[in-house]
């Protein structure tokens, strides 16, 4: 193959980026550093301790670590062979991993030991798991979990399994075998498994890098989880397609990320806003040596200019997009490009990836006119091919024409950038008028002394829902509720406008560094019944 985008499997991708930058590093995790080549011969050793397990094309097998290198060895290993990789979140409990291990009808499960003084693998003891035959174990020899095997004693198994086989399994995987089983996050109810194929991770993976302007020598610093789409398909999938170097990181942590980037001289950054919010904030941030930083990728409905402009002059990003995809499809939908306006990128998600479509809808499906809110609709190669094991919810998110209804609310303008104004399930309704959160988050965003803020609907009695903002103040700023709600008043309708404001110290983010609004929803129910 000339190019890695000929590439139809990501068996065929390894292959091809271990001969063109074998001796590059892939991964740096810490005192372990793996080459391209290296680690290509790690995947294949993974891959025949698999088939000496009997893992075929078509089983699925999980993940359940923080980012650690052994996280892509297994991952593109049992992908060598035909299964699906169904990642697990590392902030599940053992109910809710066992939910996903048994909805999937995973065979083999990877997992860390312990992780932040959790014993993963021990959660996992009161639930019936039927199909799981195995678990292999990250950086701990045994577990109190029955069947249980260490990653030192899982590669031994490889000896028993011929070269030529493992390059017959990976003939076998296709263009059109199921690469992943992601579940999405289950806000509305149960999570749904979400299946995507080889080659259109592939193609929606190769296009979102060179939009973003990944570069081979590039040292890539990934904070979001591999668990995550970001993390694994923007993360380092992305990373590998590109030649690039890999950092993972365990936990999102700024003093830590400002140290990885001053020490390791990491050049591409992406996260989400509330990373750049604060490290811009950090006190010591002016200690460290930020200097080498080039890209920076985000997303979000609400991002103030003022951080956009900050993070050119203040941080020194000389690329800053911001982006917006989802699961479904494949992680990526629309992005901004580079030299697009500090306005255009704080204050939309971009334009639709290469060959992809999207749109903004009425109620009966029609296309609205640019400029007006609608239900984005998204249709191409990057829309999943259904819900595992689930037609029914397949056939209600993707319509007969091929376009995914997404549940998200958007503006798009005329040279069709998109701006998400907010989750259809987020909208307040306060007396009638629709309400969007990420409206009022943009707007507080404005204001000099808040560093970050979250908005949700809280029950009211005379309007039905009214606005609640958590807010973190900027250190040495001071805020008064009174004198932020006449502000409000000043630079907004009044419908608007929270009727309670809470200041905190900081905001309940999930693993991906998102704020998990329904957490403060139940922390407004107890405060209001105080």
């Given at each position: 193959m000339a190019n890695v985008t000929e590439c139809q499997t990501i068996p065929q991708m390894m292959d091809f980026v271990?001969?063109?930058?074998?001796?590059r590093p892939a991964i740096e995790d810490d005192s372990t550093v793996i080459s391209y080549k290296e680690l290509n011969q790690l995947r294949k050793k993974a891959a025949a301790a698999l088939l000496a397990m009997n893992v075929q094309q078509g089983d699925?097998?999980?993940?359940?670590?923080?980012?650690?290198?052994?996280?892509?060895?297994?991952?593109?290993?049992?992908?060598?062979?035909?299964?699906?990789?169904?990642?697990?979140?590392?902030r599940m409990k053992g109910s809710e991993a066992g939910y996903v291990l048994k909805a999937s009808g995973t065979k083999i499960l990877f997992s860390i030991g312990e992780f932040l003084g959790i014993d993963f693998p021990a959660m996992l003891v009161e639930e019936e798991l039927p199909e799981l035959e195995q678990v292999v174990l990250f950086r701990q020899s045994s577990s109190?979990?029955?069947?249980?095997?260490?990653?030192?004693k899982f590669l031994e198994k490889a000896d028993a399994i011929e070269e030529a086989q493992v390059e017959q399994a990976q003939s076998r995987v296709?263009?059109?075998?199921?690469?992943?089983?992601?579940?999405?996050?289950?806000?509305?109810?149960?999570?749904?498994?979400?299946?995507?194929?080889?080659?259109?991770?592939?193609?929606?993976?190769?296009?979102?890098?060179?939009?973003?302007?990944?570069?081979?020598?590039?040292?890539?610093?990934?904070?979001?989880?591999?668990?995550?789409?970001?993390?694994?398909?923007?993360?380092?999938?992305?990373?590998?397609?590109?030649?690039?170097?890999?950092?993972?990181?365990?936990?999102?942590?700024?003093?830590?990320?400002?140290?990885?980037?001053?020490?390791?001289?990491?050049?591409?950054?992406?996260?989400?806003?509330t990373l750049y919010q604060s490290i811009l904030s950090h006190p010591k941030r002016d200690s460290f040596d930020i200097s080498s930083l080039r890209v920076a990728v985000t997303g979000a409905a609400a991002i103030p200019v003022s951080m956009i402009r900050e993070m050119d002059e203040v941080l020194g990003f000389d690329t800053i997009i911001t982006a917006y995809g989802l699961t479904e499809v494949c992680g990526f939908a629309t992005i901004c490009r580079q030299g697009d306006s500090p306005e255009l990128i704080a204050n939309t998600s971009g334009r639709a990836m290469p060959d992809v479509e999207v749109r903004c809808i009425d109620e009966f499906g029609n296309e609205v006119h640019r400029g007006t809110p609608g239900e984005v609709v998204i249709r191409g190669s990057n829309v999943m091919q259904g819900y595992f094991n689930d037609d029914v919810a397949t056939r209600e998110?993707?319509?007969?024409?091929?376009?995914?209804?997404?549940?998200?609310?958007?503006?798009?303008?005329?040279?069709?950038?998109?701006?998400?104004?907010d989750r259809m399930k987020d909208m307040i309704i306060t007396g009638g008028f629709n309400v969007y959160p990420a409206e009022i988050e943009n707007q507080l965003n404005s204001h000099k002394?808040?560093?970050?803020?979250?908005?949700?609907?809280?029950?009211?009695?005379?309007?039905?829902?009214?606005?609640?903002?958590?807010?973190?103040?900027?250190?040495?700023?001071?805020?008064?509720?009174?004198?932020?709600?006449?502000?409000?008043?000043?630079?907004?309708?009044?419908?608007?406008?929270?009727?309670?404001?809470q200041f905190v110290e900081n905001?309940?983010?999930?693993?991906?560094?998102?704020?998990?609004?329904?957490?403060l929803r139940d922390r407004a129910t107890e405060l209001l019944r105080a």
């Open positions: 271990a001969s063109r930058y074998a001796e699925r097998v999980a993940v359940w670590a923080p980012n650690i290198w052994e996280w892509v060895v297994a991952a593109t290993a049992l992908q060598s062979v035909g299964a699906a990789l169904v990642p697990l979140n590392t109190t979990l029955p069947n249980t095997l260490s990653w030192d296709t263009a059109e075998t199921m690469s992943d089983l992601l579940f999405t996050s289950g806000t509305t109810g149960k999570p749904k498994g979400v299946i995507t194929r080889h080659a259109q991770n592939l193609k929606v993976v190769s296009d979102w890098g060179e939009v973003v302007g990944l570069e081979e020598a590039d040292r890539y610093l990934i904070v979001n989880p591999f668990f995550h789409s970001f993390g694994y398909k923007a993360g380092w999938l992305a990373a590998l397609m590109r030649g690039c170097t890999i950092l993972p990181l365990q936990v999102f942590d700024v003093p830590t990320i400002l140290q990885k980037v001053s020490d390791e001289k990491i050049t591409v950054l992406p996260g989400p806003p998110n993707i319509d007969r024409d091929g376009w995914l209804h997404t549940g998200d609310i958007g503006i798009m303008d005329s040279l069709g950038y998109l701006r998400i104004t002394a808040i560093a970050q803020v979250s908005v949700v609907g809280v029950p009211d009695e005379r309007m039905g829902e009214v606005g609640m903002a958590w807010i973190i103040v900027r250190p040495d700023e001071q805020l008064d509720k009174d004198e932020l709600i006449q502000w409000c008043r000043a630079e907004m309708a009044n419908y608007k406008v929270p009727r309670y404001v905001l309940p983010l999930n693993a991906s560094g998102k704020v998990m609004k329904f957490e």
